[in-house]
Structures are given as structure tokens and as C-alpha cells.
């Protein structure tokens, strides 16, 4: 049997998404789906059938221009390389593959296809009869019209072992492919895919096309120039949208047939499709947005400061290489990466040899923090710890913040809105209203006060240079192969006169950026907490003042309540240091 991948580029696809994936899980083993930034419940709705077990790949875009070549291409690499796929269908998210000829299914005649082979697939549009009429349902089981004929367009089918062969490149929205290293970039030829087409619902209502057409090529602007030969169907319409024309059904399908498409396609029920109607202003508003920050981040990227990486390596090989692929898919280009090698072992199971940009450095030794101060090079630092998780544009967005801010921050974190239990490690901040500047002493307060780390973690952290010299690296954060999280924040937030002007530290509230830690840490791990929270209570308690102290001492109690039934989880030694030191804390 063949393995068959869809894989799409998608853009506020709320009102079809959810439609174009189960339909497509008709005939696909699995679905690979780039979201470019979606301001609409499209991400919802995805995550949603993921929930379900769904086999739905969802990979995030956060550049604002339509690289929708480069992505697509990407994708296609993926489904032969990741998931093994034979036949790729590179589809919108407004097209469904359907065989209105005879009673084969879609996955039927896939399956007869020549992985060796390029495909045209035919195209034909379709709209719905009445733009909202049933817009919460299966999208082929509205009542619909269609083009009496084929499109003079097409789109592809890529078999697997044709794809593989060296510079096969699709090209213009995946309706050709040519050969890359040809000087003269011919066309391949094709065979046409038997019985199946398109249907392409371009338009499913004003608003949805509206907004379609006023986002797209405002991105499709911003990667090449509004006088660029390219999408000037978008520039068209985009030209009566501005000029306060309404784009009605009649101005993409004049000619169209009643057709019921019910007898050809499966009985589907949606469940997350329900007021998802396109909004104009908010579309377009976000793209707008987005182009903003991307003249923002390109003039600071123009500064080329450097970001230094730090990541403390304590044994674990799988974390090692988990981070070092976030890192590798940062969208800020000028970093430097520093593993900390504090695991006792000299082998950490990664091979730099093929580092080739030369800005991997491992460190070992005894004073490893003291070559690690000596050889950084960057203006600012990211600290990544075995588990972190942050999105590929975080610090971008955080070396952002920092150089444009009117305030000297000594560091900018992520502050998140997440649910914790009492006696979970992690918390988020509230100080006043919004969190948007602080005294960095009055945050370390709270922090000590209520036994907490900030919710995203030390990872949520961008850190100016010199703050981290004063810090010195945090080389006394490191115990027994275990990392002393508090101890980091007291370190940032305590200020010293070495500091200067840099009291503040900023806060940003797209929380998204940073996966918030595990909710359920192991009770070891807890326990080390606690024990390092209570050695900070006995040296620094008194800062907080009777109130403060009694506020804390009731929370660990509380706290050593709560686990206490599962003490035996935890080394009987360290569960006695913990008791003990309770008891010096009352």
C-alpha cells in the first residue's frame, strides 16, 4: 500500500478548515499544514483535531511575507523524508479532491498512481448556492454551483521517487514543476490523474473573500513590491476593495451549474466550525500588524547583535538534541550556541564536527563558567535548560523588545496567564494591573515570598550582557546535576551597584512565545524546590518583614501538607533535609 501525504500552506481557513482535513483523511495517511500567522479560530480548530488522535502535522510560520513556494516545497520534503509518504497531494486549503466520474474513492485511485510520475490535476471551481445557508456543515454537502468546465489551470500530484530526484522544485502555487539545476528551468511534463479533480471553493462568501484578497496581498507585498509582475488577480480586487467596491458571487463563477456533490463524498459532522464567519477589519488589521513588526525586526536585525545561547548539558542526550533544534530554528539570525558540558561525562552524544558556521562551542571543565564569560561574544543571552521549549520567533521578538524599549531593562521575560496548583513551582506575576515594568527587587519579593518560579521559566528570559557578567553565569546554580532555579532568579533580581542604571525589568505578554513548564513535576524534584526555597526563606526571610515571613512559612507548610503521603517517592535522605529544614523555618 502507499503511503499518501497532503500537505498545505494555510491562512485564516477557519470557516473550511475543519472541512478540508477530515475530507482529506478520506484518502490521506496523513496532513501536514503550515499556519502563516492566523488571526481566526484556524489554529483552534487544528489543535482541536489533533486532540482527537487525528494524524494532522501543524507547523507555525511566523514571517509576514507568502513564501508560499519555499514553504510548500519544504512541506513536501517533509512528507518523503518524515513520513515516508509515496504520493503528495500540495493543496489549499479551498481545495477538495473529489471523483465525480464514477464510484472509485479518491484513496482507490491514489493508490494506482506511479510514485515516479508528476500528475496534472484538473481544476474546477465550485461556490456554495447561498453564501451563509448551512455554513456550519461539511463544506461539499452545501448546496453548490460549479464551472461548466475545467479551469485552464491545474494543480500537481508528486510522486515520491520523481520528487527526490535532484533540483525538482514546485513552482507557482504548485500548479507546475520544473527542474531546478536547468539553466533553461523546463517544464516537467505530466500525466493526467484519472477520474479525480479539484474542487476549488474560492469564494464561500463576501466577507471571507474580502478578507482573503485584502490580507493576501498585503503579504504577498510584503515579499516582493506592489509593482512586482506577480498574484495580479489579488492586486485586481484588492484595487475595487479599496476603492469601495463589494466583490459579489457573480465575479468569480458567471457561468455555473447546480451540482450536488452529496452522492460522490462522505457523510462528514463538524464539531469546531461553528461561528467562524470571516471578519475583514480583524484579518487585515493583523496582517497589518505583522508587517509592522517585520520593518521593526529588520531594522534590528540591521544592528547584527549577537544573542549567546547557553545550554547547560546534565546528562540527558534527548534534551540536548531538542534544544539544539530549537535553536537551529530561531528566526534571529546572529547566535551563538555554548553547551555547557556539567553531566561529569565527557561524551554528551552530539556530533559538532559537522558545525560547519563554526558557532557551536562546547565547554567541560572545572571552570567552564569562566571560559564561557571569557569566550561569549553576545550583547544579550538566552539561557535554554533540559525541557525548555520556545517558539522559533522568541528571540527575535525579545532582542526587539530590548533594543527599542525606552526603559534600560537589566533583562525582558514572559509572563503567562496559565492555571497552576498551590503548590506547583511556577506562578505568573501580578504586579498592579499589567505587568509591563518593575523594580527588579520588589518582583524578587513576591517571587521569595510565595516559593515560585515565574511562569515560562528562566527560558522566558532575554538577558543583557553585563547583567549576566554580575551573575556570574550562574556558576553556582548547578547542584548535583540538578539545576537551583530560584537561585537564578534571585540572581537576576537582586540589584547590585555593579549594575547601574539597569533596576527594571520588562515583561511582554505574548506567552505563547515560551511553553509554560510541566504543571506535575516528580516529587523529588518538588522537594528539591522546596528545600532550596527554604534555605533562601532562612538567609533572606527577613527582607520580606513579619507579614511577608508568616505569608511564606503558612505556604510551605501548606505545601509539605499537600505531598506529604507521597514522601516515599522521594530519596529518604533529602525528604529528611526537607523535614529539617522546616523545622528551622517555624
Not at 501543524?58 to 504520493?87: P, T
Not at 533540483?167 to 517544464?187: D, I
Amino acid at each position: 500500500m502507499k503511503k499518501i501525504a497532503v500537505v498545505s500552506m494555510v491562512k485564516n481557513e477557519a470557516d473550511l478548515i475543519e472541512s478540508f482535513v477530515r475530507h482529506s483523511l478520506t484518502f490521506a495517511d496523513v496532513i501536514i499544514l503550515a499556519d502563516h500567522s492566523s488571526s481566526d479560530k484556524t489554529m483552534e480548530i487544528l489543535k482541536c483535531l489533533q486532540q482527537e488522535g487525528l494524524p494532522v502535522v501543524v507547523r507555525s510560520l511566523y514571517q509576514v511575507e507568502l513564501a508560499h513556494q519555499e514553504v510548500m516545497n519544504a512541506l513536501l520534503q517533509e512528507a518523503i523524508d518524515d513520513y515516508g509518504a509515496d504520493i503528495i497531494l500540495p493543496m489549499d486549503a479551498d481545495e477538495f479532491l473529489v471523483n465525480t466520474e464514477n464510484q472509485l474513492s479518491c484513496r482507490e485511485i491514489l493508490q494506482q498512481l506511479d510514485t515516479k510520475l508528476l500528475y496534472k490535476l484538473e481544476w474546477r471551481s465550485y461556490e456554495p448556492l447561498k453564501q451563509h445557508e448551512d455554513e456550519d456543515k461539511f463544506t461539499l454537502l452545501r448546496p453548490c454551483q460549479r464551472s461548466h468546465d475545467f479551469a485552464p489551470g491545474q494543480k500537481t500530484i508528486v510522486g515520491a521517487e520523481m520528487a527526490k530526484r535532484p533540483g525538482f522544485r514546485l513552482v507557482q502555487g504548485c500548479h507546475f514543476a520544473f527542474w531546478e539545476n536547468n539553466p533553461n528551468h523546463p517544464q516537467i511534463a505530466w500525466t493526467v490523474a484519472p477520474y479525480v479533480h479539484t474542487a476549488h471553493y474560492h469564494w464561500r462568501s463576501d466577507e471571507q473573500y474580502m478578507a482573503k484578497i485584502a490580507t493576501s496581498w498585503i503579504n504577498n507585498v510584503s515579499k516582493y513590491s506592489v509593482n512586482t509582475p506577480t498574484a495580479s488577480y489579488l492586486k485586481g480586487f484588492y484595487e475595487k476593495i479599496r476603492q469601495g467596491e463589494r466583490i459579489e458571487p457573480d465575479n468569480l463563477l458567471k457561468d455555473g451549474e447546480v451540482f450536488d456533490l452529496r452522492p460522490y463524498v462522505q457523510d462528514i459532522s463538524l464539531r469546531y466550525s461553528q461561528n467562524v464567519r470571516p471578519d475583514v477589519l480583524k484579518n487585515l488589521m493583523a496582517a497589518s500588524v505583522l508587517v509592522a513588526e517585520s520593518y521593526v525586526e529588520e531594522k534590528i536585525k540591521a544592528r547584527k547583535k549577537i544573542v549567546t545561547v547557553v545550554i547547560p548539558y546534565l546528562g540527558d542526550r534527548q534534551a540536548l538534541q531538542q534544544t539544539l533544534h530549537l535553536v537551529e530554528e530561531q528566526t534571529y539570525p546572529f547566535l551563538e550556541i555554548f553547551i555547557c558540558n556539567l553531566s561529569g561525562t565527557e561524551d554528551i552524544g552530539v556530533n559538532l564536527a559537522g558545525n560547519a558556521d563554526g558557532n557551536i562551542h562546547l565547554l567541560n571543565g572545572e571552570n567552564l563558567f569562566d571560559t564561557l564569560a571569557a569566550k561569549a561574544a553576545g550583547d544579550y543571552v538566552q539561557w535554554l535548560l533540559p525541557g525548555d521549549s520556545i517558539r522559533p520567533d522568541k528571540i527575535m521578538k525579545m532582542a526587539v523588545c530590548m533594543e527599542t524599549q525606552d526603559f534600560d531593562y537589566a533583562f525582558t521575560m514572559v509572563n503567562g496567564d496559565e492555571s497552576y496548583a498551590d503548590w506547583s513551582p511556577y506562578t505568573d506575576i501580578l504586579v498592579d494591573e499589567e505587568f509591563l515594568s518593575a523594580d527588579r527587587e520588589r518582583v524578587w519579593k513576591i517571587l521569595l515570598r510565595d516559593g515560585k518560579n515565574p511562569s515560562r521559566g528562566i527560558a522566558g528570559t532575554l538577558i543583557r550582557r553585563g547583567i549576566m557578567d554580575n551573575c556570574h553565569w550562574f556558576r553556582d546554580c548547578f547542584l548535583s546535576n540538578r539545576v537551583l532555579q530560584m537561585t537564578m532568579w534571585k540572581l537576576l533580581m537582586m540589584r547590585r551597584p555593579e549594575d547601574g542604571r539597569y533596576g527594571l525589568v520588562g515583561m511582554i505578554q505574548e506567552k505563547e512565545l515560551c511553553a509554560a513548564p510541566e504543571k506535575n513535576i516528580a516529587i523529588e524534584r518538588y522537594v528539591w524546590q522546596q528545600l532550596e526555597w527554604g534555605i533562601l526563606l532562612l538567609q533572606e526571610g527577613d527582607s520580606l518583614g513579619d507579614e511577608g515571613k508568616r505569608i511564606a512559612q503558612q505556604s510551605m507548610k501548606r505545601n509539605h501538607d499537600m505531598v506529604a503521603a507521597h514522601k516515599q517517592q522521594a530519596d529518604e535522605g533529602l525528604w529528611q533535609q526537607y523535614e529539617a529544614m522546616l523545622a528551622q523555618l517555624r
